[in-house]
């Protein structure tokens, strides 16, 4: 005589293609909350970063450094770029993405953490506002624009592989939509500061507002990962 047991397979057993994504809980969901903020703050700044004017990169600059909203821009950019960098960290200890964007999510939160060090001096780069209106010397107004040159590729190059690493574990159309503008605004942002250093022109700043993509998938990212159910 013999007996057959029941056969039960959990979510856990099942080959990967067919166990398909699972929520993440609370904590993972908790986790992203720091990405969903530093975006909103990015998308903030973004808008109220100055416009420049000018035929020159010098005068462009000074344009800008003049204007009263320099500070409160780069302020909020600072602090969108820090929490993003720190989101990275948390989502990548809490296993919010799974184990495939590990890896990404360490690249862009070194990526980031520098973008922030580089911040700083592109903050306060309005106290050589008056030098450079008088020809003067202007140290740390050049301090921003050499490190921006290795800034601007680590922000965007990084935030773009994450967001396709992401779009992979998760394998569904809101990740992937998602992924679109992050790597459509994070490959134009990362180019605009080394063509201005390598061209001089000013052609390049257009690219600057494509870190909008990247403020887009960060708000996206934490919405979708706070709505997802199991």
Do not use: N
């Not at 959990?10 to 293609?17: C, F, G, Q, Y």
């Not at 700044?45 to 909203?69: F, I, K, N, R």
């Amino acid at each position: 005589m013999t007996t057959t047991q029941p056969m039960t397979t959990t979510v856990a057993e099942l080959p990967a293609s067919t166990a398909g994504p699972v929520a993440p809980g609370p904590r993972a969901r908790l986790a992203a909350l720091p990405l969903g903020i530093g975006g909103l703050l990015l998308a903030v700044g973004g808008q109220l970063h100055p416009h420049g004017a000018g035929s020159t990169v010098e005068a462009y600059l000074a344009s800008m450094l003049a204007d009263g909203g320099w500070l409160t821009s780069h302020v909020l950019l600072l602090l969108g770029t820090t929490l993003a960098a720190v989101g990275f960290v948390t989502t990548r200890r809490a296993g919010t993405f799974g184990p495939g964007p590990r890896r990404w999510l360490l690249a862009a939160a070194v990526g980031w953490s520098l973008a922030a060090v580089e911040l700083v001096p592109h903050l306060a780069a309005v106290h050589d506002a008056d030098s450079l209106a008088h020809h003067h010397a202007t140290p740390v107004l050049d301090l921003h624009l050499a490190l921006q040159v290795l800034a601007t590729p680590l922000t965007g190059l990084t935030g773009a592989a994450v967001a396709l690493a992401v779009a992979r574990s998760a394998r569904t159309v809101p990740a992937w939509l998602l992924a679109v503008p992050a790597v459509l605004g994070g490959l134009g942002y990362a180019v605009s500061a080394p063509l201005i250093a390598l061209t001089g022109s000013l052609a390049p700043t257009v690219l600057f507002p494509m870190q909008a993509g990247l403020a887009v998938w960060l708000v996206g990212t934490w919405v979708r990962v706070g709505v997802r159910r199991r």
